[in-house]
T-cell receptor, first 115, second 111 residues
C-alpha cells in the first residue's frame, strides 16, 4: 500500500521550454502532496506543499510563477517548470500523505536535464 | 544550528555487521520519527515510522527513539550489500505531515 508514481522518470528539454511532471497516489487518497528537488549528494529541499483544490504554499526562495503546481484531485498533482533553464536541471521528487501512517510516501523521482 | 543533525558519513561496513545510524534534533515539538532509505537516483522509501519513545523492530531493522535526549537511532542487523544506500532520518511536529530531514548517511556494505 501507499504507492506513489511519477511521470516521466526522466526528461531532457531545450532551454526556454516548459516541462510538466505528474505525481499520482495509486492506492490512497492524498490529502496533501509535496514537491522537492534534490541536488547530487544533498538532502531533499522542499519546494512547495499543496492540498487538493487549493493554492500551493511555496517555500521561501521558490518562484511560484516558475514552478507551477496544480493539485486537481486527491490522487494527482502536477509540477510545471516554466521557461526552463539549465540551472533548473535537477532531480524532482514528489510525495503524498494520507496513507495509513501519518507521514509522506515518496515517488521515484523525475530527472530533468535542460540543455 | 540545524533542526536535525545527521552525520553524512560515509559509513562502510563488512557484510553481516550491524549498521548503527543516528540523528539528534533540537525541536522538542517533534512527535513523529521516520527513517527513509534512498538508493541512487531513486525516491526515498519509508523504512520505519514511530511516534513514541522506545524501540520498534521490523525484520532486520530496529528504530529507537529517546525523546528526553532528542536522539533517534536505526540499527540494521546482518547487513547485506543490498542495504548499501543513503539513509535519511526525518521527523515532524504535527499532523500537517511536513518533514524536517537529516542530511542523510551514505552506507556501503562490503561483500
Amino acid at each position: 500500500g501507499a504507492v506513489v508514481s511519477q511521470h516521466p522518470s526522466w526528461v531532457i528539454c531545450k532551454s526556454g521550454t516548459s516541462v510538466k511532471i505528474e505525481c499520482r497516489s495509486l492506492d490512497f487518497q492524498a490529502t496533501t502532496m509535496f514537491w522537492y528537488r534534490q541536488f547530487p549528494k544533498q538532502s531533499l529541499m522542499l519546494m512547495a506543499t499543496s492540498n487538493e483544490g487549493s493554492k500551493a504554499t511555496y517555500e521561501q526562495g521558490v518562484e511560484k510563477d516558475k514552478f507551477l503546481i496544480n493539485h486537481a484531485s486527491l490522487t494527482l498533482s502536477t509540477l510545471t517548470v516554466t521557461s526552463a533553464h539549465p540551472e533548473d536541471s535537477s532531480f524532482y521528487i514528489c510525495s503524498a500523505s494520507g496513507g495509513h501512517e501519518e507521514t509522506q510516501y515518496f515517488g521515484p523521482g523525475t530527472r530533468l536535464l535542460v540543455l | 544550528q540545524k533542526e536535525v543533525e545527521q552525520d553524512p558519513g560515509p559509513l562502510s561496513v563488512p557484510e553481516g555487521a550491524i549498521v548503527s545510524l543516528n540523528c539528534t534534533y533540537s525541536n522538542s515539538a517533534f512527535q513523529y520519527f521516520m527513517w527513509y532509505r534512498q538508493y541512487s537516483r531513486k525516491g526515498p522509501e519509508l523504512l520505519m515510522y514511530t511516534y513514541s519513545s522506545g524501540n520498534k523492530e521490523d525484520g532486520r531493522f530496529t528504530a529507537q527513539v529517546d525523546k528526553s535526549s532528542k536522539y533517534i537511532s536505526l540499527f540494521i542487523r546482518d547487513s547485506q550489500p543490498s542495504d548499501s544506500a543513503t539513509y535519511l532520518c526525518a521527523m515532524s511536529a504535527s499532523n500537517d505531515y511536513k518533514l524536517s530531514f537529516g542530511a542523510g548517511t551514505t552506507v556501503t556494505v562490503r561483500a
